[in-house]
């Protein structure tokens, strides 16, 4: 059993709570906090940026531009929308 800090009081918590018991905050964790989820991600906006580089340097400007901001798109995505537990 891990212990989370709260965003609000920072006063820590247990991982498997729904509120603080410091302040009644809701516990958010991220999307894809397995790490196989998150290698998975991180390997496909990695990939899809490479892609829109290599096609950047072979003058395919419109396409190579498309898969960086999609890559892009995608890691805005994965981090900013947290689940509720």
Not at 50 to 71: D, H, P, W
Request: proline letters at 1%; charged letters at 20%; hydrophobic letters at 50%.
């Amino acid at each position: 059993m891990a212990l989370l800090l709260c965003r609000e009081c920072g006063k820590e918590i247990s991982d498997s709570a729904k509120k603080c018991e410091n302040c009644g905050a809701h516990i958010y964790i991220a999307l894809g906090t397995s790490t196989k989820i998150r290698i998975k991600y991180n390997l496909l906006v990695w990939l899809l940026i490479a892609l829109g580089a290599t096609f950047i340097f072979s003058r395919v400007y419109i396409i190579g531009i498309l898969f960086i901001v999609i890559g892009l798109y995608i890691a805005i995505w994965f981090y900013k929308f947290p689940k509720r537990i």
